[in-house]
Structure formats: structure tokens, C-alpha cells
């Protein structure tokens, strides 16, 4: 199974168009949020299942503030991350996650990408495809693939 993760795209979708076309067929598609309004072009686009949430900046959508589902044998919390002060560092949120009893966090909202494994719990941010803030400032996402046995394999990417 191929899972893409992005976030934090505030409706400047061209990078996102680009990283479909490069990693298509995706089985599962990820946005950690910060939309802004983008949500039918996101999900018609994807060619597949989609699980969004709100981010700061999506004011007047419908989406979810959080949401948590299953991939696989794992149990997936996805939120934006902005309302667990994920700009400071990602320890409240591993906390959280910690305390619903799921395997991996999924959430943006830092422009940073993040591959965090800890003690059984799997903290990731796919970093923004449009305002990336890290080192080098490259748009990121995030590739997860489930192997033969199911077991979970993220991989940072840039365009």
C-alpha cells in the first residue's frame, strides 16, 4: 500500500499536481491541512481514498479538526498540530498521541518535515509544497509505504 502525505499547500496547488503525477498510482492520500478552500481539487485529483483535516488557516471549511482512522494494523491520528504548539517542538503532540493509544501522528503546520520514531509511536509532518520553511527550502511530502507484512515505511521527498 502507497500512502501520500502532504500539508500546509494554501491553495497554490501546482507542486501538489506535480508530486501526483510523479508518485501516482497512490492507494491513500494524507493532507495535514492548511487548504484553504482547495478540498474538491485535493480529493478529485487524488484518484483515490482521502483523509483531510482543518489547518489555521482553512476558516470556512468543513472539514474536521482531527480525525483518527486505520492503515493497515496502525492507528492514525491526523490533525493540523497548530492547537498542540507543534512550532515549539513535536512533544505535546507525541504526548497526545501517546494518550489516545495510536501508533502514528500525522500533522503539519511547521513547514518542517519530520520522520520522528520513538518508543513505538511514529511522529510525521510532510513539511509544505508550497511555502517550505527547513533548510534548504524544497517543497516536502511524505511517502508511506506498507509492506508485504505491513509493516510501515515513511520517506522524505522533494521536488
Known amino acids: 500500500m502507497k500512502v ?7 491553495r497554490k496547488n501546482d507542486n501538489y499536481i506535480k508530486v501526483l503525477e510523479r508518485v501516482a498510482p497512490v492507494d491513500l492520500l494524507i493532507h495535514c491541512g492548511d487548504i484553504e478552500g482547495s478540498e474538491y481539487l485535493i ?3 487524488a484518484g483515490c481514498p482521502v483523509h483531510m483535516v482543518i489547518g489555521n488557516n ?15 494494523k496502525y492507528k492514525v491520528w491526523l490533525t ?4 498542540y504548539y507543534v512550532s515549539m517542538s513535536n512533544e505535546n503532540i507525541k504526548h497526545e498521541a501517546r494518550m489516545r ?13 519530520v520522520v520522528d520514531i520513538e ?10 509544497l508550497t511555502y517550505p520553511r527547513q533548510e534548504g527550502r524544497r517543497p516536502s511530502f511524505i511517502i508511506m509505504d506498507l509492506d508485504k ?5 515513511f520517506t522524505i521527498n522533494y521536488l
Open 4 to 10: 501520500l502525505i502532504v500539508s500546509d499547500t494554501h
Open 43 to 45: 480529493a478529485e485529483s
Open 58 to 72: 482553512d476558516f470556512f471549511s468543513d472539514l474536521p479538526r482531527e480525525k483518527e482512522f486505520e492503515i493497515g
Open 80 to 83: 493540523h498540530g497548530h492547537n
Open 101 to 113: 493509544g495510536v501508533d502514528i501522528v500525522m500533522y503539519g503546520h511547521t513547514h518542517k518535515p
Open 119 to 128: 518508543s513505538g509511536l511514529t511522529a510525521v509532518n510532510p513539511g509544505s
Open 149 to 153: 507484512d505491513d509493516n510501515a515505511h
